[in-house]
């Protein structure tokens, strides 16, 4: 029984299209993230989510566009992507801060735009 | 600007010996700690964790070491495993950053039989 789910695993697109990531969690939790891991490895935050609202915006581009329908679903829309979006897209949820409960990672999406 | 560093790219032991992976940290705000352990094509699952107020801590055979005046910690796994085979990613974070974790770039840990 997957905790938290992307959809689609893998992406494959052409530069200027746009598309869409999902992400569901069903272990009740408050809080959702996406973090982007790109060829240099690093796990980076983008945004955050709490009860469907904004707390983190990193410095992305504005082509990228979080929304959350409810406190479940976090998804991913990318607008015109470029070459240098290519990376593994992971979500991720946490319940409310109480003891520092970890966060719970999905699988990754891998996009690749050629 | 790389407030988590993890300086070993990879490390190779021998199955039943003793593993250590190594974290260095740079933001004095951070007070907890994290180890995520991650397979190829899946996400980093959580470890083990250490919050600023202690120096160790213990689960099974995964122990955290915080060194804070060095800005250090470790992860000691005893005895490793093939199945410990995995990218290790050292996490930090501190209060009021809204649940913001910072990795390291992983370490890749092969444990061969």
């Known amino acids: 029984d997957t905790a938290v789910s992307q959809t689609p695993k893998y992406l494959v697109t052409q530069m200027g299209n746009d598309k869409s990531i999902k992400c569901e969690q069903n272990?009740?939790?408050?809080?959702m993230y996406w973090y982007k891991q790109d060829s240099k490895k690093f796990l980076k935050i983008m945004f955050s989510y709490n009860n469907k609202e904004l707390i983190i915006n990193e410095t992305v581009p504005n082509r990228f566009s979080p929304k959350s329908p409810d406190k479940a679903h976090l998804n991913l829309h990318i607008n015109s992507l470029e070459l240098g979006d290519s990376a593994v897209y992971f979500c991720a949820s946490s319940p409310p801060e109480e003891g520092n409960s970890p966060l719970h990672f999905g699988n990754g999406t891998r996009l690749t735009v050629t | 600007d790389q407030q988590v560093k993890q300086n070993s790219p990879s490390l190779s032991v021998q199955e039943g010996r003793i593993s250590i992976l190594n974290c260095d940290y740079t933001?004095?705000?951070?007070?907890?700690f994290l180890w995520y352990k991650k397979y190829p094509a899946e996400g980093p699952t959580f470890l083990i964790s250490?919050?600023?107020?202690?120096d160790k801590n213990e689960d099974g055979r995964f122990t955290v070491f915080l060194n804070k005046s060095a800005k250090h910690l470790s992860l000691h796994i005893v005895p490793s495993q093939p199945g410990d085979s995995a990218v290790y990613f050292c996490a930090a974070r501190w209060t009021g950053s809204n649940y913001k974790l910072t990795f390291g770039k992983g370490t890749l840990l092969t444990v061969n039989p």
């Open positions: 933001n004095s705000m951070f007070d907890y």
């Open positions: 272990l009740g939790h408050d809080t």
């Open positions: 250490i919050s600023s107020i202690k």
